[in-house]
T-cell receptor, first 114, second 108 residues
């Protein structure tokens, strides 16, 4: 059953702590994306990766970091520098970057501050 | 700059009534437009795209290049249509741009 798996579903962060959100896909897609979803603001792009070992900043990259060591995996780290991390985070993928294909989404991770 | 606007944060209609979710965009090229839907406790999923010209779950959307709009319509709303709807655009070599979303509530 192909798709995108995000874990955990819920995550709590203490002040000053870094946390990592997992995103795995078995769709053999080249491109992967991380979005932040806030009420009334839609989806805002944090980082994206067009291919393994490459990634680019999106519109709101400050306070976040990513890696793309494997095609299937695109973890997002929310660092202590992100002052307002409470949000719903969505991972997505497309077969390749730059085309017109629709994005496939995971179920999301809800991050809250303790 | 590319931008997608959805003027209504919340739209409430009665079951059986027509529904129209508005989407306007600003883009200098010829983007491809999409509607995504997020039902309660489900993942964001593609509803329809302009290039397919399909009707999905009774919904249709017409691209009006003159008005730069891609409104989503359904003649008779059902309670199961209640969800969050996002309009989005993309063009070659670019990333997706999503609108802020409209929450549709279909009342019994």
């Amino acid at each position: 059953d192909g798709g995108i798996t995000q874990s955990p579903k819920y995550l709590f962060r203490k002040e000053g702590q870094n946390v990592t959100l997992s995103c795995e896909q078995n769709l053999n897609h080249d491109a992967m994306y991380w979005y932040r979803q806030d009420p009334g603001q839609g989806l805002r792009l944090i980082y994206y990766s067009q291919i393994v070992n490459d990634f680019q900043k999106g519109d709101i990259a400050e306070g976040y970091s990513v890696s793309r060591e494997k095609k299937e995996s695109f973890p997002l780290t929310v660092t202590s520098a992100q002052k307002n991390p409470t949000a719903f985070y969505l991972c997505a993928s497309t077969p390749r970057a730059g085309g017109l294909q629709p994005q496939h989404f995971g179920d999301g991770t809800r991050l809250s501050i303790l | 700059a590319q931008r997608v606007t959805q003027p209504e944060k919340l739209l409430s209609v009665f079951k059986g009534a027509p529904v129209e979710l508005k989407c306007n965009y600003s883009y200098s090229g010829s983007p491809e437009l999409f509607w995504y839907v997020q039902y309660s406790r489900q993942r964001l999923q593609l509803l329809l795209r302009h290039i397919s010209r399909e009707s999905i779950k009774g919904f249709t959307a017409d691209l009006n290049k003159g008005e730069t709009s891609f409104h989503l319509k359904k003649p008779f709303a059902q309670e199961e249509d209640s969800a969050m709807y996002y309009c989005a655009l993309i063009n070659y070599g670019q990333n997706f741009v999503f609108g802020p979303g409209t929450r549709l509530s279909v009342l019994p």
